[in-house]
């Protein structure tokens, strides 16, 4: 592994168990067992460094929240809510491997205009992914909500989605990446049940096997 990628991973660990505001460059470099120059040498210290996390971060989490506006027929109608729930949980690992940007994310964005503009586009894909995820789980239901209510749910979606790791931390809970990253799926998902009607109980306890079936294959 190149030197920079290895002060990257080590940073975002770093940054992830102690808070982004905690860490110096030199906690880095010494966690990496180098002098700072030579940390200094790959990013013009951790400045340079939370910004070119957030690069990539950005890039990876933006790819993936287009995949719902651009595909045609994103969630397969047979299984919509299980296909729903896949998406959101590869967006959320996504998101759980990098919530040190989430942790502390308004101070972030005041000191970084970078992260400022890029949070706010993702903020942006992430309503326009949840109100497509939203229309098509809900095109079966009884009474389908008009596209001003639709919106509402996309919006509380969203938010669950951009909050759900400061939630976390506030409530001191302390959950397995696995746990985390379900219990937020859901925690989204349900904006869309009291829609169902009648079909709401059925809604959760799909849900649930899904939660449990797929933690039983996730590496513990």
Known sequence: MKTAQRILLTATHLFNRQGERNVTANDIALELDMSPGNLYYHF????????ALFADYYRELASLLATPLITEEFLDQSNPLERSWLFLSV?????????FLYLNQSDLMQR?????RGMRRL???KRR??????????ASADVVPP????????????????YWFSFEQ?????LGAQQSIH?????????????????????FAECELINTRLLEKSPS
Do not use: N, W
């Open 112 to 116: 970084y205009p970078e992260i400022d």
């Open 123 to 125: 903020m942006a894909l």
């Open 91 to 99: 967006l959320l690992e996504v998101m759980y491997k990098h919530r």
């Open 170 to 174: 506030f409530t001191g809970q302390s």
């Open 44 to 51: 013009k210290g951790k400045d340079g460094i939370v910004s």
């Open 183 to 203: 219990r937020a799926v859901l925690q989204a998902l349900s904006h869309c049940a009291p829609y169902l009607a009648e079909k709401q109980g059925e809604f």
């Open 129 to 138: 992914a949840a109100a497509r995820l939203a229309t098509d789980l809900l």
């Open 147 to 162: 596209t001003s209510r639709l919106q509402h749910i996309a919006d509380s979606m969203a938010m669950t989605l951009m």
